[in-house]
T-cell receptor, first 114, second 118 residues
Framework: AQKVTQAQTEISVVEKEDVTLDCVYE???????LFWYKQPPSGELVFLIR??????QNEISGRYSWNFQKSTSSFNFTITASQVVDSAVYFC???????????FGAGTRLFVKA | EAEVAQSPRYKITEKSQAVAFWCDPI?????LYWYRQILGQGPELLVQ????????DSQLPKDRFSAERLKGVDSTLKIQPAELGDSAMYLC????????????????FGPGTRLTVL
């Protein structure tokens, strides 16, 4: 069975602080894909990144960076110099190679205070 | 930029009534998904279509929920009769994914329909 765990329910930071959102996954598939989505108060999930299981290279996109470690089954997301507009719920998701059903974690709600 | 359209954005209904939600995916996207998101939880897949065919509806409560995508484009999700526990956000997503293509493509989500059952 596949599972995604986001142990942090809520995180509160002050603007300009760095913050890391944790994601731990479980799967028996050898090929799988990991995603991060952002859900602002408007409700729409916004795609942030997709990684496949064969690519462990970390990725940076502006203030966002992702650390993928197969050895610990983790795919953590860091926001550098957080801004109020980063306030949202962030979801980590996993899709295996059997039909590509996507399993979402419970989400981490991030509050960035001015 | 192409978007997934959903309507209505909000729906309030009474228990035992019928409700229907509509989704228009991004043009050219073969795969369409309906998710249910209960407050404080992540989205859970209800049904997945490949063109007009159902690929996965294992989590769809078929005694009261139905979904169709007759021409392989837009889709309707229906609940009849609605129950109090159906109150949730219903999200539609689409992707270019074709099963057997070797990898899942990114899913793009609509704004959702927030259902309240009284």
């Amino acid at each position: 069975a596949q599972k995604v765990t986001q142990a942090q329910t809520e995180i509160s930071v002050v603007e300009k602080e760095d913050v890391t959102l944790d994601c731990v996954y479980e799967t028996r598939d050898t090929t799988y894909y990991l995603f991060w989505y952002k859900q602002p108060p408007s409700g729409e999930l916004v795609f942030l990144i997709r990684r496949n299981s064969f690519d462990e290279q970390n990725e940076i996109s502006g203030r966002y960076s992702w650390n993928f470690q197969k050895s610990t089954s983790s795919f953590n997301f860091t926001i550098t110099a957080s801004q109020v507009v980063d306030s949202a719920v962030y979801f980590c998701a996993l899709s295996g190679n059997g039909g590509f059903k996507t399993i979402f974690g419970a989400g981490t709600r991030l509050f960035v205070k001015a | 930029e192409a978007e997934v359209a959903q309507s209505p954005r909000y729906k309030i209904t009474e228990k035992s009534q019928a409700v229907a939600f509509w989704c228009d995916p991004i043009s050219g996207h073969a795969t369409l998904y309906w998710y249910r998101q209960i407050l404080g939880q992540g989205p859970e897949l209800l049904v997945q279509f490949q063109d007009e065919s159902v690929v996965d509806d294992s989590q769809l409560p078929k005694d009261r929920f139905s979904a169709e995508r007759l021409k392989g484009v837009d889709s309707t999700l229906k609940i009849q009769p609605a129950e109090l526990g159906d109150s949730a956000m219903y999200l539609c997503a689409s992707s270019l994914t074709v099963p057997g293509a070797g990898r899942p493509d990114t899913q793009y989500f609509g704004p959702g329909t927030r259902l309240t059952v009284l």
